[in-house]
């Protein structure tokens, strides 16, 4: 059962493009329509940003923004290193121009935003306090989920999701935040919904959640007071999960790391593995290879289709 008015089709577009918009913040400095054949005049001279969890969160984004429309809900991004996501999305929203009015949401603040990225004087590669609506720096992982908590104390109005990165889960402050549970499950405090990014991989190799079978990580997950409950990489799992009525939800978010990144690379697997954390493609500037993958990579979101030149997006 389904939320009544959820648009699956508007948040796979909307997911796609800030996608796009998230690889053209990393690597682009020109061309960022691509309008003309990518030239290795286009590409920053230094590559920074953190690409393997930014499909997640847009695909989390995306639908919690679908899923809850009222005023009292708020977002909690564990990963903030994912910034190219976030700001993705705050600029499509025009959250982003309200503090900053060159970001405007046409094809000149489209360019501002990608250009400046991980830029001199621009926006950093991780959320920091110039993000609109930010309450805690985004470059250290572990106290996402405590910081939710003491954002939900004493407003019963609120509902606040959290995203958890599986590496981040790892942490000690993370861990320990789950016994939080227990200390704010009165009625004059908000509801929280824990997320966790279950994308396999950390910045080295795998992660130990990733290891553990799913009966396993549900006991874990019991065992604190919670009930765990698993979204696919599908937009009618996430609106189903959304949609269950339960005490103290903690949900499990599984998709590839790095999703829709280029597969291989001088026969190492990119998508899906470890490899896809920071910049997939690190030498693109000089490599000819590299610069195919990219273009064929940025051309597979099809981004003519949700940005018109004239009108601005279309989804």
Same mark, same amino acid.
Request: some cysteine; glycine content about 8%.
């Given at each position: 059962?389904?939320?009544?008015?959820?648009?699956?089709?508007?948040?796979?577009?909307?997911?796609?493009?800030?996608?796009?918009?998230?690889?053209?913040?990393?690597?682009?400095?020109?061309?960022?329509?691509?309008?003309?054949?990518?030239?290795?005049?286009?590409?920053?001279?230094?590559?920074?940003?953190?690409?393997?969890?930014?499909?997640?969160?847009?695909?989390?984004?995306?639908?919690?923004?679908?899923?809850?429309?009222?005023?009292?809900?708020?977002?909690?991004?564990?990963?903030?290193?994912?910034?190219?996501?976030?700001?993705?999305?705050?600029?499509?929203?025009?959250?982003?121009?309200?503090?900053?009015?060159?970001?405007?949401?046409?094809?000149?603040?489209?360019?501002?935003?990608?250009?400046?990225?991980?830029?001199?004087?621009?926006?950093?590669?991780?959320?920091?306090p110039a993000t609109p609506g930010v309450i805690c720096e985004g470059g250290e992982l572990g106290y996402a989920l405590a910081t939710a908590y003491g954002a939900a104390l004493g407003h019963p109005e609120k509902t606040i999701a959290v995203l958890i990165g599986d590496g981040e889960l790892e942490t000690a402050t993370a861990l320990s935040s789950l016994n939080l549970v227990n200390l704010l499950s009165g009625n004059n405090?908000?509801?929280?919904?824990?997320?966790?990014?279950?994308?396999?991989?950390?910045?080295?190799?795998?992660?130990?959640?990733?290891?553990?079978?799913?009966?396993?990580?549900?006991?874990?997950?019991?065992?604190?007071?919670?009930?765990?409950?698993?979204?696919?990489?599908?937009?009618?799992?996430?609106?189903?999960? #959304? *949609?269950?009525? +339960?005490?103290? =939800?903690?949900?499990?978010?599984? /998709?590839?790391?790095?999703?829709?990144?280029?597969?291989? %690379?001088?026969?190492?697997?990119?998508?899906?593995?470890? #490899? *896809?954390?920071? +910049?997939?493609? =690190?030498?693109?500037?000089?490599? /000819?290879?590299?610069?195919?993958?990219?273009?064929?990579? %940025?051309?597979?979101?099809?981004?003519?289709?949700?940005?018109?030149?004239?009108?601005?997006?279309?989804?």
């Amino acid at each position: 059962m389904y939320r009544m008015g959820i648009n699956f089709d508007k948040i796979n577009r909307r997911v796609r493009a800030c996608d796009y918009l998230s690889v053209a913040q990393i690597y682009l400095q020109s061309n960022f329509l691509l309008e003309r054949p990518l030239a290795p005049a286009d590409i920053k001279p230094r590559l920074l940003g953190h690409w393997g969890t930014c499909h997640g969160i847009n695909f989390a984004y995306a639908n919690l923004k679908a899923f809850f429309t009222h005023q009292n809900f708020q977002f909690i991004l564990g990963p903030g290193h994912g910034f190219p996501a976030l700001q993705a999305n705050l600029f499509i929203d025009g959250e982003l121009a309200k503090v900053d009015p060159r970001a405007t949401v046409n094809r000149d603040g489209l360019a501002y935003i990608c250009k400046n990225f991980s830029w001199p004087g621009g926006f950093p590669s991780h959320s920091s306090p110039a993000t609109p609506g930010v309450i805690c720096e985004g470059g250290e992982l572990g106290y996402a989920l405590a910081t939710a908590y003491g954002a939900a104390l004493g407003h019963p109005e609120k509902t606040i999701a959290v995203l958890i990165g599986d590496g981040e889960l790892e942490t000690a402050t993370a861990l320990s935040s789950l016994n939080l549970v227990n200390l704010l499950s009165g009625n004059n405090n908000g509801r929280v919904l824990p997320i966790l990014h279950l994308n396999g991989y950390k910045i080295s190799g795998p992660t130990i959640y990733a290891r553990k079978s799913e009966r396993e990580l549900n006991e874990l997950i019991r065992g604190f007071g919670y009930t765990p409950i698993w979204i696919e990489h599908a937009v009618d799992s996430f609106q189903q999960a #959304l *949609s269950q009525e +339960v005490k103290h =939800p903690f949900f499990i978010l599984h /998709t590839p790391k790095g999703y829709g990144a280029p597969a291989e %690379l001088n026969h190492h697997k990119i998508a899906d593995n470890y #490899l *896809s954390h920071q +910049v997939p493609l =690190p030498n693109v500037k000089t490599d /000819t290879t590299e610069l195919a993958l990219l273009e064929k990579w %940025l051309e597979s979101y099809n981004f003519s289709e949700l940005f018109n030149k004239e009108q601005g997006f279309v989804l």
